[in-house]
């Protein structure tokens, strides 16, 4: 049996025998309750239940470890514990628990040689939100941060992370900010506001202080599309970080979450059914010492590693046991401070903040664009600004140095919601081709003229124009269906010179790189059995792309939907 396993045995009782020295030695931060307390160790029970469909109903329960913080405190270094070496804020390495900055919320320094404290990057994020002015003293006092922290360097997937925060001066709640992870690499924001939007009182379940119900925007389950909504419970901590604690009061926030279907009436989405429940709630807190660190992590040893495991084996159960079908992962709503997207700033509540990082391919195309664009701005007099969702990506206009004509540059705004859409110029023959998938198809990307956008990619361009279609292009075409008569022009602008040759294999390579990631992604799908739902599979993108073409109308009914902010989902 695993609990009477050598390792677990083992560990147990070196932090058992740690424990009890350092209770012995009690300083570096070992010792007992004070009324300062600034830092929690939680053990909490989770608990997950799928209602619908019926026929795929699904429970489980299990414990975790996650600490709770001030946010303040914390990165004083006022909760090392064992000047660090049991418990320490910064690195990641060299301590047998931690936390550091860069795996939470955004990084606008992404890239650019720093990064920002959890604080700065939170009190950021309520700036752009609107909850804090930029212009003014900040209205932050601290927060309670509840996360998992890494173990011995090990950082696992964390589902989860919650601040409460409290405002300067003033001891009630005011602000829940839930930072959501998938195991994608993507992090989305929910932020709650106590009094404003909150259910009425009579529906809270009892025991809870607050509830708010909200548009779902993130994808996390691979079992669940991203429509819906969420209603969220929220058990408040028993007092502010900032505040000395009565020796019995100590705190034990907890957070339920439902998750309903869409019902429409009167045209309208409302809370349908209710689909599936998550509930975190504490059964154990302790204050963070050293004491009581090892005596935890001597019960439950592996515990902080089990994140990833537990989930590929519920995955495992949903879709081989309970036949559930996988949505691929659309991607992500951006936040509100995108003024392109500002469909999606109806709610304040909501918005990605950070998105995968791209790969070396979708690197590659991602030069190959702004150095087009660098050239082709002087050649037709355009000016042209490629807006990314994604906020540490700063956005990027390029213009003509002297304007055509001495009339003001034509303004070509492209707007994308990952870097997908620089290999998807790269992959189609045409802009008509990138555009009837890119845009109509996919809605990775949208154009502020279809015009500008076409002229952009057409000749004339630099050189002499040839009239027998290239190699390259006669590999792009090839993964065209015939029924998709759109003309294929003989060169394709992101291509470099027939002369070029190092240039032109690297291009070659380039395309049947990315044109073999696609089927050894189909094959890897059919190799282990796994079931897309019917019209998601990332290889059939070409024949969705047909449809639209051959659909009445198809490009203004996706254009209207994306109005509607259901641009980036399928």
């Known amino acids: 049996m695993p609990s009477f396993s050598t390792p677990n045995v083992g560990v147990a009782t070196f932090c058992v025998f740690l424990s009890a020295w350092c209770i012995q030695l009690n300083k570096y931060g070992c010792a007992l309750i004070d009324t300062q307390v600034r830092g929690y160790i939680l053990e909490n029970r989770v608990t997950h239940a799928r209602l619908l469909p019926a026929e795929a109903?699904?429970?489980?329960?299990?414990?975790?470890?996650?600490?709770?913080?001030?946010?303040?405190?914390?990165?004083?270094?006022?909760?090392?514990?064992?000047?660090?070496?049991?418990?320490?804020?910064?690195g990641r390495w060299g301590r047998l628990t931690g936390v550091r900055a860069n795996p939470y919320l955004a990084d606008p320094a992404k890239g650019n040689g720093g990064s920002k404290s959890i604080r700065e990057k939170l009190v950021e994020l309520l700036i752009e939100r609107g909850y804090i002015g930029r212009n003014i003293e900040p209205l932050l006092d601290d927060a309670w941060m509840l996360t998992m922290p890494n173990y011995l360097g090990f950082e696992g997937i964390?589902?989860?992370?919650?601040?409460?925060?409290?405002?300067?001066?003033?001891?009630?709640?005011?602000?829940v900010v839930l930072e959501v992870h998938n195991t994608f690499g993507e992090t989305h924001v929910y932020i709650l506001e106590v009094g404003q939007n909150e259910d009425p009182e009579g529906s809270r379940p009892r025991g809870?202080?607050?509830?708010?119900?909200?548009?779902?925007?993130?994808?996390?389950?691979?079992?669940?599309?991203?429509?819906?909504?969420?209603?969220?419970?929220?058990?408040?901590?028993?007092?502010p970080p900032m505040l000395s604690h009565r020796h019995n009061d100590i705190p034990r926030p907890a957070v339920r979450i439902h998750l309903h279907t869409?019902?429409?009436?009167?045209?309208?989405?409302?809370?349908?059914?209710?689909?599936?429940?998550?509930?975190?709630?504490?059964?154990?807190?302790?204050?963070?010492?050293?004491?009581?660190?090892?005596?935890?992590?001597?019960?439950?040893?592996?515990?902080?590693?089990?994140?990833?495991?537990?989930?590929?084996?519920?995955?495992?159960?949903?879709?081989?046991?309970?036949?559930?079908?996988?949505?691929?992962?659309?991607?992500?709503f951006p936040p509100p401070k995108k003024v392109e997207f500002s469909a999606w700033s109806g709610l304040r509540w909501g918005g990605g903040v950070k998105?995968?990082?791209?790969?070396?391919?979708?690197r590659f195309a991602r030069l190959r664009v702004q150095q087009f664009f660098q050239r082709r701005v002087e050649e037709i007099g355009l000016k042209v600004s490629l807006v990314s969702a994604d906020p540490a990506i700063p956005d990027l206009t390029l213009a003509p140095r002297v304007s055509h004509q001495g009339e003001p540059a034509s303004h070509l705004v492209i707007t994308y919601l990952a870097p997908r859409f620089f290999t998807i110029l790269f992959t189609t023959p045409s802009p008509q081709h990138a555009l009837l998938l890119g845009s109509d198809t996919e809605?990775?990307?949208?154009?502020?003229?279809?015009?500008?956008?076409?002229?952009?990619?057409?000749?004339?361009?630099?050189?002499?124009?040839?009239?027998?279609?290239?190699?390259?292009?006669?590999?792009?075409?090839?993964?065209?269906?015939?029924?998709?008569?759109?003309?294929i022009p003989a060169s394709h602008?992101?291509?470099?010179?027939?002369?070029?040759?190092?240039?032109n294999v690297k291009t070659k390579l380039a395309l049947r790189a990315l044109f073999l990631l696609g089927r050894i992604e189909h094959w890897i799908f059919s190799v282990v059995h796994a079931r897309v739902v019917e019209g998601d599979e990332p290889w059939e993108a070409?024949?969705?792309?047909?449809?639209?073409?051959?659909?009445?109308?198809?490009?203004?009914?996706?254009?209207?939907?994306?109005?509607?902010?259901?641009?980036?989902?399928?």
């Not at 489980?60 to 049991?86: C, Q, R």
């Not at 602008?493 to 070029?500: A, F, M, R, W």
Request: some cysteine; glycine content about 4%.
């Open 57 to 90: 109903s699904h429970a489980f329960t299990y414990p975790t470890i996650a600490f709770l913080m001030s946010l303040n405190a914390l990165e004083n270094h006022k909760l090392d514990v064992w000047k660090g070496w049991l418990f320490g804020y910064g």
């Open 158 to 175: 964390n589902p989860l992370t919650v601040y409460f925060c409290y405002k300067v001066a003033v001891t009630a709640l005011w602000l």
């Open 208 to 239: 809870y202080d607050y509830q708010w119900t909200l548009n779902r925007e993130f994808h996390v389950s691979p079992f669940n599309d991203r429509s819906g909504f969420y209603t969220i419970s929220v058990k408040r901590p028993s007092h």
């Open 262 to 332: 869409s019902s429409i009436t009167d045209n309208l989405a409302i809370p349908g059914p209710l689909k599936l429940t998550a509930l975190l709630q504490p059964t154990a807190s302790y204050p963070l010492t050293a004491p009581n660190l090892l005596l935890t992590l001597s019960r439950t040893p592996f515990t902080l590693f089990l994140s990833l495991p537990r989930i590929l084996a519920q995955a495992w159960t949903l879709h081989y046991r309970k036949s559930l079908d996988v949505f691929i992962r659309p991607e992500p």
């Open 355 to 362: 998105w995968q990082d791209e790969s070396p391919l979708e």
């Open 443 to 487: 809605r990775v990307f949208s154009v502020s003229s279809r015009e500008f956008f076409i002229t952009a990619f057409s000749p004339p361009l630099s050189g002499s124009p040839s009239t027998s279609r290239s190699s390259l292009q006669h590999l792009r075409a090839q993964r065209i269906p015939p029924s998709i008569s759109l003309p």
């Open 493 to 503: 602008p992101l291509d470099p010179l027939i002369s070029s040759r190092v240039e």
């Open 542 to 570: 070409w024949t969705r792309a047909e449809k639209v073409l051959g659909r009445p109308s198809g490009a203004n009914e996706i254009d209207e939907r994306t109005s509607r902010g259901e641009w980036g989902s399928r």
